[in-house]
């Protein structure tokens, strides 16, 4: 499973809809495109700020999460950003892996 952190943020069309759906509404919606992707939401928090959504997802792969980005932001009314998240221990096999690479000189 690949997990995820999407910063999502409504345009003003998109707030429009939220207020006449309210934010259960719209967990229920986003419920069910990612379980549709075989994932799961662990969280969803709306918040003020420079996002109005925050959510951590789990999919299947990074290609779900890439699916579900472009499907919620081609709508127009969501804009999201979406990062990749490690658990300690995929951090510390990717710390431990070896790779050939020569930086730049200046």
């Known amino acids: 499973m ?16 939220l207020q006449k759906e309210k934010a259960s509404g719209r967990q ?27 959510l ?9 999460g890439t699916a579900l ?7 127009g009314l969501v804009r999201t950003r979406s990062t990749v998240l490690l658990s300690v221990e995929e951090a510390d096999r990717a710390l431990s892996r070896s790779v050939d690479y020569r930086p730049p000189r200046a």
């Open 2 to 17: 690949a997990k995820f952190l999407v910063q999502a943020t409504y345009s003003a069309d998109g707030l429009r809809g």
């Open 28 to 54: 229920e919606v986003v419920k069910r495109a990612v379980e549709a992707l075989g994932g799961k939401v662990e969280s969803m928090y709306f918040c003020l700020g420079e996002h109005d959504v925050i």
């Open 56 to 64: 951590i997802i789990d999919v299947p792969d990074i290609i779900a």
């Open 69 to 75: 980005a472009i499907a919620v932001s081609s709508s």
